[in-house]
């Protein structure tokens, strides 16, 4: 995946040590060097991102897993941690923010006053109270999240949710336990159904019948909030944050990894790389997969982690990874599209995909006037782990190739046949490249049982060891992440980006 950016460990003692160089320790660490803290960033890969990470092919720069860029709008996150920062980084509003593509009908997602009219003709007027409902639980959601809540609370967030909490936010508290299903209207049509069902995946790795409603509400919302594009991709996002954290001073080691985090007693000493060698500090954020640091932490682990056994994540990606020359994609073709296959047939396994494709005459990104796509479709991890071992891996990787090679055609007919380069990623590549434990990404689903107030937080239960990264509160996406950095960055030092 690229030459990358490889580097040596420099602080052997520094004040804090973030392990993983996605977007929420990347976050966390550029706030905390911000605040004065000596930090050292461990990726045990050669570049930055985690998986809105990239690597680069015969030409061709793609996104290896987040594609879908927002957080730079009127209450973006993004925005505001690089204005703090005093970083720029340049988005373009992109409208429409993608188009979905049923068995029956096709759906342009606009962000702007086309969207209500859009939603008529698709869904009908008897649809209208559920999308109504949606954008004014979202706007209460967004508001609240935008002033940086610690959540779930905790000794350390009682005084972050004082600050947070305005009487205006009190109707959330009667979305507490209900699903975005709850509002749906009775004997809602299929189609409106599979759509919230299809979108809800690719946002909360659930459906409308499990998703936790204030968080489905803003995960329905994000074409509202706006998507925007970033002349480096999605990776964009972390190349800025590591140019201002070398930029303030700290340091971020790529190709090392951590063997061990060191803690005696309930308190955290520092962490054991692969080498054997240690880098002492009296604080660590772990930026991983809460499964990875259950791992790292080996007996006694984390009183806080003692529930991930229990965490109902099974979702992994499988990818293409597709470089067609110029003329191929229209100019006019949207940056995004979703596609749902068949109604009858579960979501996921190339059933529903995403497609993203790098903008007409965008140099960074492709060659010659080219298009880098990038393809995804959920995928069960465990389908994959029996496919290894039985010897039919090759076999299901070539099957869900065609699967994406189908969903392709329908979009951009010829594009595979022309393409110039075409690779594929299974969960096993990702657990391979990213050294996510079993090749699952997404985060935890978003469900009533392990969101928002019953999400796993920032805190571990050892003295000086904080969580951030999309298994815990708030969840996935950059965004997600980069507020999950937030609070670990807020747990150790004076950090405040609320208004």
């Known amino acids: 995946m690229g030459s990358g950016f490889r580097s040596m460990i420099r602080a052997r003692d520094p004040d804090v040590v973030v392990v993983g160089a996605g977007i929420a320790g990347l976050t966390a660490a550029a706030l905390l060097v911000r605040a004065g803290a000596r930090v050292q960033v461990i990726e045990r890969h050669t570049v930055p991102g985690g998986c809105a990470s990239f690597y680069q092919r015969a030409g061709y720069r793609f996104d290896v897993g987040a594609t879908l860029v927002s957080g730079f709008g009127r209450r973006g996150v993004h925005r505001r941690i690089f204005a703090l920062l005093g970083t720029e980084v340049e988005a373009q509003a992109v409208e429409p923010a993608m188009v979905v593509r049923l068995p029956d009908e096709t759906i342009v997602r606009f962000g702007d006053e086309r969207w209500p009219?859009?939603?008529?003709?698709?869904?009908?007027?008897?649809?209208?109270?559920?999308?109504?409902?949606?954008?004014?639980?979202?706007?209460?959601?967004?508001?609240?999240?935008?002033?940086?809540?610690?959540?779930?609370?905790?000794?350390?967030?009682?005084?972050?949710?004082?600050?947070?909490?305005?009487?205006?936010?009190?109707?959330?508290?009667?979305?507490?336990?209900?699903?975005?299903?709850?509002?749906?209207?009775?004997?809602?049509?299929?189609?409106?159904?599979?759509?919230?069902?299809?979108?809800?995946?690719?946002?909360?790795?659930?459906?409308?019948?499990?998703?936790?409603?204030?968080?489905?509400?803003?995960?329905?919302?994000?074409?509202?909030?706006?998507?925007?594009?970033?002349?480096?991709?999605?990776?964009?996002?972390?190349?800025?944050?590591?140019?201002?954290?070398?930029?303030?001073?700290?340091?971020?080691?790529?190709?090392?990894?951590?063997?061990?985090?060191?803690?005696?007693?309930?308190?955290?000493?520092?962490?054991?790389?692969?080498?054997?060698?240690?880098?002492?500090?009296?604080?660590?954020?772990?930026?991983?997969?809460?499964?990875?640091?259950?791992?790292?932490?080996?007996?006694?682990?984390?009183?806080?982690?003692?529930?991930?056994?229990?965490?109902?994540?099974?979702?992994?990606?499988?990818?293409?990874?597709?470089?067609?020359?110029?003329?191929?994609?229209?100019?006019?073709?949207?940056?995004?599209?979703?596609?749902?296959?068949?109604?009858?047939?579960?979501?996921?396994?190339?059933?529903?995909?995403f497609f993203s494709f790098s903008a007409p005459h965008e140099t960074r990104r492709a060659r010659d006037g080219g298009r880098a796509i990038t393809i995804s479709t959920h995928t069960d991890v465990a389908r994959w782990e029996r496919a290894f071992a039985d010897g039919t891996y090759k076999e299901r990787r070539n099957e869900y190739g065609e699967r994406l090679r189908a969903a392709l055609e329908r979009v951009v007919p010829g594009a595979w046949q022309r393409a110039t380069t075409i690779e594929l990623a299974t969960p096993q590549t990702f657990e391979r490249y990213t050294g996510r434990l079993r090749g699952l990404v997404g985060g935890t689903p978003q469900v009533s049982a392990t969101a928002n107030l019953r999400a796993l937080s920032h805190a571990s239960g050892i003295d000086g060891l904080v969580l951030a990264g999309d298994t815990v509160f708030p969840g996935q996406s950059t965004v997600g992440a980069s507020l999950s950095g937030v609070a670990a960055a807020r747990a150790l030092a004076a950090v405040d980006l609320r208004g």
């Open 117 to 353: 009219i859009e939603r008529r003709r698709a869904f009908g007027e008897s649809a209208e109270p559920f999308w109504h409902e949606q954008e004014r639980v979202a706007d209460l959601a967004w508001d609240f999240s935008t002033r940086f809540p610690m959540l779930p609370v905790g000794a350390d967030g009682v005084r972050a949710l004082a600050h947070a909490f305005r009487p205006r936010h009190a109707p959330l508290a009667f979305t507490l336990g209900r699903t975005v299903a709850s509002i749906l209207p009775t004997g809602a049509h299929a189609r409106l159904r599979a759509f919230i069902d299809a979108q809800l995946l690719i946002t909360a790795q659930a459906d409308a019948d499990e998703t936790d409603l204030a968080y489905g509400s803003t995960a329905l919302d994000i074409a509202r909030e706006g998507t925007f594009h970033l002349a480096d991709g999605v990776s964009g996002i972390a190349i800025a944050l590591a140019r201002s954290i070398r930029r303030g001073g700290g340091e971020i080691a790529y190709g090392t990894s951590v063997a061990r985090i060191v803690h005696e007693r309930g308190v955290v000493r520092g962490v054991e790389l692969a080498d054997g060698s240690q880098v002492n500090a009296p604080a660590v954020v772990a930026a991983l997969p809460v499964q990875n640091v259950r791992a790292l932490l080996g007996a006694p682990e984390a009183p806080a982690l003692e529930r991930v056994p229990a965490l109902t994540q099974r979702w992994g990606a499988f990818m293409a990874y597709v470089g067609v020359p110029a003329g191929v994609v229209p100019d006019d073709c949207p940056l995004h599209h979703q596609l749902l296959a068949d109604y009858d047939r579960p979501m996921g396994e190339g059933n529903t995909t």
